[in-house]
Each structure stands twice: as C-alpha cells, then as structure tokens.
C-alpha cells in the first residue's frame, strides 16, 4: 500500500468520525430541543429559611456580634428600607457568554425590576412591576440592544400575575435582599466578616448548593431564565456582602456554580456584582405611571 493510500485511509476515517460525531450531537440536541421546560413541584415549604434579626435602639456596631448574627440584622434591614440595585455581570457556560445587567428599585412596598441578559445564543429582558396589593405586572421589551445590555419595554399591556402565580415562576419577591436562603442551617461553615478601611465591613460565606437548602427559593429564578429541561443542580455559592455600620448592605458579589440543561446539561459558572444606592431614590416615572394605569 502507497503513502498515498495510508493517508487517504486515515483522512477518511477521520472525516467519517467527525460526520458520525456530528450525527450523534445532532440527535441529541434535536431530542432536547423537543423535551420540555422542567417544573419544579414542590408541595412542602422548605426545610430552612432565612436569619433576621430586628434593628433595635441597643444594637451596636457589626464588629460586636458574629458574621452570622451581623448578616441576620442586615437581612432584617434590607425588607424595611428603601433600596434600588444595579447589577452587572455575566454568566458562562460552554462557550457562551450572557451579559446581565439589571436594576431593581424598591420603595414603600412597591418595586419595579428591569433585566435584560444578552448572548449571541439568547436574548432576554422583562420589566416586572410589583403593586402594594401584592400584583404582578410584567412587560416584554420591544427592543434589546447587545452591546451594553440595554432594552426599550414594550408599552403595549403587560401580563398580570398574582403574587402566588409570580412565585410559581420565580420564588421570592423582590423587597428581600436576595433570593437565596441565607441562615445558620444553610451557611457551609461560619461566614467570615473583615472591617475595612473606610469603616464598612465585608462578610464572606459559603452556602450549602443542596436544593433544599440555600437556592431552594432561587433555582425558581434560574429555571425560568434559563428554560432548562431539568432543575437547576447548584454545586457551589460565594456570596461577599460588604454593609456600613447602619447594617445597609452596599454591595453583593455572586459566583455561583450550577448546571441546566438546554440542548444538553451543562455547567454555569456566574459572576455578578449588585450595587446599592438609598438616597434619593425614585422609579422611572413614565413607566411608573404606566403600569399604574394598567393595574384594574
């Protein structure tokens, strides 16, 4: 047999391989593109639920208590303030990349989200309005720019949901500080706390990615973004809140660890920064008004 065969042989096996390689990724994403969107039917309440301590006139500064005991005041603090939050980030998985950029704005029992994700694969962004009587409004957007994650919201009539149909979709409301359930049963080991320079405090953790404990509520969130066919498997969360001696929590960075599945399983890894402001404060007032108008 001539050189020449030898490598005609060995190309075309290599060809062939790669077409049968092909025909298999194929099969499997057209099965998984069929499989529908998994649910998450939990007909117990959770096992563990968040530390809070009330903010009382003889509380002290963080630095007399315990990181635990310092984030339980915080978490208190944070559902009886107003807030707004920007968040920036993104999250990786395989070889894409979602750009997020969000911002969340509460006051006086009211909140409207903005959250728009962008990638070469998908592109999603929503306005939800949440009212004092505890509706939902949600509006689609009628444009997204990819470049910094920006969207123009539709002002065509939003969707309206009741607070226990949002939480089907999502699982927590937004006048909490996060969706995470963050408390003594659920940290991995005892959270660590540093003072800063300028008088703030930073206070690492790491919560237990087991489902029914720390994203019991948040793999809600993640399921509905994602449009996995399985419920998100979490395999690690960090969380570093940085707060000031009042107990207001002035910056929050995510990275958490979990797989879905779209086409095929895979693991996210995301990393995102939320950053607060409480002076101030105001919502965007045409869409206020619009969805004002738009509650029955």
Request: charged letters at 25%; proline letters at 3%.
């Amino acid at each position: 047999m001539t050189k020449k065969k030898i490598i005609i042989i060995i190309m075309s096996s290599i060809f062939g391989l790669i077409l049968l390689t092909a025909i298999i990724v194929g099969i499997i994403v057209l099965v998984n593109m069929n499989k529908p969107i998994a649910k998450i039917e939990d007909e117990t309440p959770p096992i563990y639920e968040t530390d809070k301590k009330e903010i009382t006139s003889d509380v002290k500064l963080p630095t007399n208590y315990s990181a635990s005991d310092a984030m339980a005041y915080a978490m208190w603090r944070m559902e009886n303030i107003n807030f707004a939050i920007s968040t920036t980030g993104e999250s990786k998985a395989s070889f894409v990349t979602q750009k997020v950029n969000a911002k969340r704005t509460v006051i006086d029992n009211e909140a409207i989200i903005t959250t728009v994700s962008t990638s070469s694969f998908k592109k999603i962004a929503e306005e939800k309005f949440f009212s004092k009587d505890q509706r939902v409004l949600i509006s689609k957007s009628s444009s997204i720019n990819d470049e910094d994650a920006t969207a123009v919201f539709s002002k065509e009539k939003p969707k309206e949901y009741s607070k226990e149909e949002y939480l089907k979709m999502f699982g927590w409301m937004p006048f909490q500080l996060t969706g995470y359930i963050v408390s003594k049963d659920t940290y991995l080991n005892e959270p660590t706390m540093v003072k800063n320079q300028d008088d703030t405090y930073t206070i690492s953790m790491d919560l237990n990615p087991n489902s029914n404990y720390a994203p019991y509520w948040y793999r809600y969130e993640i399921l509905y973004n994602s449009s996995s066919t399985i419920i998100p498997e979490f395999q690690s969360i960090h969380i570093d809140f940085t707060i000031d001696n009042s107990y207001r929590v002035l910056k929050a960075e995510y990275n958490e660890v979990y797989k879905v599945e779209v086409f095929f399983k895979t693991t996210t890894k995301t990393h995102v920064i939320d950053s607060f402001t409480y002076d101030n404060i105001s919502f965007d007032k045409e869409r206020y008004d619009f969805y004002k108008s738009n509650l029955k």
